[in-house]
DNA sequence: GTCTAATACTTGACTGAGTCCAGAATCGAT
DNA sequence: ATCGATTCTGGACTCAGTCAAGTATTAGAC
């Protein structure tokens, strides 16, 4: 595609000391998701094609699947909405989720640590995760009980900004 | 349908008291999903057909849709499955999903109350439900690694069977 | 720089969960 | 028993995600 590459890029790094082999999708997916977190595949694919013009939905869905495996990314699928993506590996941090637009925040996990992760009886389970949403309203749409806006996910916001 | 009833039947009172109309496939609905605690609503349909003879799957999820939104059943999503339902509502209580089979069990809040419905910051929500799932690997999954068995909804076990 | 095997991408068809709609059937109050 | 309101049926549809076959790209060997 192109031979002089503009920069030892990070992401392209990323990818690399992973194991996964780059490619321009698999940049541009990148890119797009640290860009919007909480976004879904088909954000991700629109975003992607304003930048390198086109890519298949299996593209998407494949690359996420990679990140996912190679844990550069994380897999969010709340109830009644279309699996989100986000780059924020690592941190046990959990979500919350506005039941009306479908805003969804980052949040740290609510005592400080790792509380969630111990269950009472696990029932000889071997957990290797706690998954916590919690649901509610946002202000938003809080104020303004009749403009419920419906649930786009370009209406998904980073915790920090 | 049936103008004597056999017993003024407790799902039937149950349905009545919280202002639902009763009707043949409701009250087989009801009990299907005592019988079958995390179940889909496919697994309904085929439980409710067993019974009845006959029902639509919008009734079905007619019928899961009030319900739920009455607060007598609950809904609940993971990922990568058909919404599921169970009657158990009320209590705080969260899940345990086995990654390779499906399995699904219940368990208590970990640490005994309400301790994740709190969190850190709330970012203005008006936050009414905290969602817990822990995901892992079940003890049958864990020691026959070789036989992971599609995950069914027919697995699912109750917390206390 | 060129070649080649392995890997990734594209296209198009398909599945499964869930929704929408219009007409028929049922419920329950009178 | 009748009637209006509610619910159920059946069929078409949407949307997220997967499968499979063929083409293109990557990365390592020459």
Redesign the interface.
Known sequence: MSTVMSAPDEVEQLLRTHGVQVTAQRLAIMRALSMRPHATADDLADEVRAVIGTISRQAVYDTLGVLVDKNLIR??????SA?RFEDRVGDNH?H?I??SCGTM?D??????SV??L??????????????????????TC?NAPGTTSSPTTSSTRS?ND
């Open positions: 897999r969010i699928q709340p109830a009644g699996a959990h919350l506005c039941r925040f949040i740290d996990c609510a005592v400080g509380p969630c111990t269950a009472d009886d696990d029932h000889g389970f071997e957990i290797d995760e706690a998954e916590v949403v919690y649901w509610g309203r946002c202000p809080r915790s």
